[in-house]
């Protein structure tokens, strides 16, 4: 039986209330797909020092850097695969004061040639770095050297750590001021974020704790073949550091300029290599950076 009446328009009005709920509700389900998407654009990528698909450490480490390998594709392949030599100057570049390259004693086996600086020695390693992606996230340092007992060549039966040594007694003691310093600064390249003309130093959010700490002649401590790890503070455009420099937002082909100093006390034997420092982070998809394609 139809509604009559006072009956019939409160059914009208229901009906076409529920009629403009539906639409309502497609239309903002309809935005948030919109919305989703672009939201969803982000993507793992790193950096490194030449050609980032064959470094040392991302070609051995399938779980990890093997899936952004497999996975960061653009419009031009795997971005990954072309980071030779890109179409700005200056390039990527390794450099260092300590020595001519030789094998790795921890890492040789798979390919990484590196360069000495033994105890009671000091030396400069220096890494220029070309992001390829704009950076969504903080950015990763990671680290990997091989730290030794002076004049011994295996991990394996005199692994080491920075600053520290064991008295003829037997006591162990730690020294802060023998340990590597690090510095760390972002460069401009290519695209660079208006204003953005000079480097300024990047901070590092400390672990645990997350307070900050200007990457400026800092040091750090590693050990044996394991990697160290720094997170760096994401700039933002307008914000001052804590060395009081403005601060830009990061884009891709701007540059990561990476610098570990060996102290004159240095304690051990420890090695770098142009593989030796990778910078990890979340692009924006859609912000490929591309180089030459590798060898």
């Not at 030599?85 to 086996?109: I, R």
């Not at 480097?199 to 200007?214: E, K, N, Y």
Request: with cysteine.
């Amino acid at each position: 039986m139809r509604p009559t009446g006072k009956g019939r328009l409160q059914s009208t009005f229901y009906m076409d209330g529920d009629r403009k709920m539906k639409r309502g509700v497609v239309i903002l389900l309809t935005v948030m797909l919109v919305a989703s998407s672009a939201w969803a654009g982000n993507i793992p990528e790193y950096d490194a020092v030449g050609c980032d698909w064959t470094n040392v450490f991302a070609k051995y480490t399938p779980i990890q850097f093997g899936q952004v390998i497999d996975n960061n594709i653009g419009p031009n392949g795997p971005i990954n695969e072309y980071s030779a030599v890109f179409p700005s100057n200056p390039q990527e570049y390794f450099m260092q004061s300590a020595g001519q390259l030789f094998p790795d004693p921890c890492f040789g086996k798979f390919g990484l040639v590196s360069a000495l600086t033994d105890a009671w020695n000091e030396s400069v390693y220096e890494w220029y770095i070309i992001l390829q992606m704009k950076p969504e996230s903080d950015l990763n340092v990671n680290i990997y050297d091989c730290v030794l007992k002076h004049n011994e060549f295996s991990p394996w039966v005199a692994a080491e750590q920075t600053g520290r040594y064991r008295a003829d007694w037997g006591q162990l003691f730690f020294i802060p001021t023998a340990n590597p310093s690090i510095t760390v600064k972002a460069y401009p390249g290519e695209y660079a974020t208006p204003g953005f003309t000079s480097s300024f130093i990047m901070d590092a959010r400390a672990l645990p704790g997350l307070d900050l700490v200007a990457l400026d002649d800092v040091l750090y401590t590693s050990k044996g073949i394991w990697s160290e790890g720094i997170v760096m503070v994401l700039p933002e455009t307008g914000k001052t550091n804590i060395s009081g420099q403005t601060m830009y937002s990061l884009k891709q082909g701007d540059r990561i300029y990476v610098k570990v100093t060996i102290p004159y006390n240095n304690s051990c034997d420890i090695r770098y290599g142009q593989d030796s420092v990778i910078v990890k982070y979340i692009g924006i998809i859609g912000t490929w950076y591309y180089g030459n394609s590798c060898p």
